[in-house]
Nanobody
Framework: QVQLVESGGGLVQPGGSLRLSCAAS????????MYWVRQAPGKGLEWVAG????????YYTGSVKGRFTISRDNAKNTLSLEMDSLKSEDTAVYYC???????????WGQGTQVTVSS
């Protein structure tokens, strides 16, 4: 069955860095666009970053542009999110999700908690 398993979250101080990973299985990873979305406490889901099937095109929401980098390894069926210069407002549960192109997400993982605090 389809699985997306996120890892790499934790507690980090403002200005610090974290690298999130998502291990995919149960579907043809290279056929899907992949996304990172997040949900901050008391707020709705927010799209963070997206990447096309080959990894050649990437997209970011304005608040993370220049600080976060999304990437994928189609040989290893993994998605990553490198997060630098973290801010308290980046605190959230981060989910990886898949979709056909820019269509609606059809599956997402259980999430990993990122907490930015001193």
């Amino acid at each position: 069955q389809v699985q997306l398993v996120e890892s790499g979250g934790g507690l980090v101080q403002p200005g610090g860095s974290l690298r999130l990973s998502c291990a995919a299985s149960g579907f043809t990873f290279r056929d899907y666009w992949m996304y990172w979305v997040r949900q901050a406490p008391g707020k709705g889901l927010e799209w963070v970053a997206g990447i096309d099937t080959g990894g050649g095109s990437t997209y970011y929401t304005g608040s993370v542009k220049g600080r976060f980098t999304i990437s994928r390894d189609n040989a290893k069926n993994t998605l990553s999110l490198e997060m630098d210069s973290l801010k308290s407002e980046d605190t959230a549960v981060y989910y990886c999700a898949k979709a056909y192109g820019m269509g609606p997400y059809d599956f997402w993982g259980q999430g990993t908690q990122v907490t930015v605090s001193s």
